[in-house]
């Protein structure tokens, strides 16, 4: 059974750095794409972060520069770092599996609350 | 980048109602690459449809999706209580790659 679960969330204050990781479960992060989601208070869904199978990276305007996806293959986790946190980047934080191929979400984590405020 | 543009933003309807929600890009885009999610509060987002028509495992046939091009339509036959949720179109560009979300319709009784 395929699962995802997040940790590491929680409050920070405006300019600090902050890990979240989502631990998976029922495949290997190697061979399949792992992506970071959120969704801010009142607002919809926005794409952050990406991690391919063969380890190249992409990012949203947004986050670009400031955060940074990796995965550990032996621990079965991707992370995503990071830094010079804004007010902006409140949001809960999903982690999910891409369908190969077809380049959408099949799999999601419960998600994790991220607070950045003073 | 591909912009998706959800209309109407809310739905007000009753059980057992037809729900038509719209997914418009503002470029033509693979059907391959479109999908539609399901997110109630509390809760992730769920996968309802992909490949802009093919209904993702256990999604009720009450959920259908069509379209091509430019505009996306996601229909749900006869509203369930359950259904009343925030719906998500999304798509992914290949050049520059990454992925796009509307910004999502409210489906409220």
């Known amino acids: 059974e395929v699962q995802l679960v997040e940790t590491g969330g929680g409050w920070i204050q405006p300019g600090g750095s902050l890990t979240v990781s989502c631990a998976a479960s029922g495949f290997s992060v190697s061979n399949y794409y792992l992506s970071w989601v959120r969704r801010a208070p009142g607002k919809g869904l926005e794409w952050v972060s990406v991690i391919y199978a063969g380890g190249k990276t992409d990012y949203a305007d947004s986050v670009k520069g400031r955060f940074t996806i990796s995965r550990d293959i032996s621990a079965n986790t991707v992370s995503l770092q990071m830094l010079s946190l804004r007010a902006d980047d409140t949001a809960v934080y999903y982690c999910a599996r891409v369908r190969r191929n077809l380049n959408h979400f099949e799999y999601w984590g419960q998600g994790i609350l991220v607070s950045v405020s003073s | 980048e591909t912009v998706l543009t959800q209309s109407p933003g809310t739905l007000s309807l009753s059980p057992g109602e037809r729900a038509t929600l719209s997914c418009r890009a503002s470029q033509s885009v693979s059907s391959s690459y479109l999908a539609w999610y399901q997110q109630k509060p509390g809760q992730a987002p769920r996968l309802l449809i992909y490949?802009?028509?093919t209904r993702a495992t256990g999604i009720p046939d009450r959920f259908s999706g069509s379209g091509s091009g430019t505009d996306f339509t996601l229909t749900i036959g006869s509203l369930e209580p359950e259904d009343f949720a925030v719906y998500y179109c999304?798509?992914?560009?290949?050049?520059?790659?990454?992925?796009?979300f509307g910004q999502g319709t409210k489906l409220e009784i």
């Open positions: 490949a802009a028509s």
């Open positions: 999304q798509h992914y560009d290949i050049s520059p790659p990454g992925f796009t």
